[in-house]
């Protein structure tokens, strides 16, 4: 679905694209005035965001589009990866994940 066609109140969901890109990510992460902050280039986010009522929204997404497919790469073979916490951090030259125990995004 597209990002016009999502509430974040209705369901858990995977969210594609940081909040310079999908709208959805925007609003989940506060609708940050400087929509890249947080982000790195070479670097993907893999993150758990609660969005009330229960539910849950993993946003995965980069500084670039190649960052961005870098994280879902990791996320389209996430039983290869140690995945766990709450962010993760996804090198994109070498599709290498670490925790990142502090939030990034702000």
Do not use: F, H, Q, W
Request: net charge negative; charged share 15%.
């Amino acid at each position: 679905m597209l990002d016009t066609e999502v509430s974040v109140d209705d369901t858990n969901l995977i969210v594609v694209g940081g909040p310079c890109a999908n709208s959805v990510a925007a609003e989940l992460l506060g609708n940050p005035a400087d929509c890249a902050a947080g982000y790195e280039a070479g670097k993907g986010l893999i993150e758990l965001v609660d969005t009330g009522a229960d539910n849950v929204a993993l946003i995965v997404a980069g500084y670039s589009a190649a960052d961005t497919r870098a994280a879902t790469g990791v996320m389209a073979n996430y039983g290869d990866y140690e995945l766990m916490g709450a962010t993760m951090e996804v090198t994109t030259a070498t599709s290498s994940v670490k925790e990142v125990t502090a939030p990034t995004v702000a």
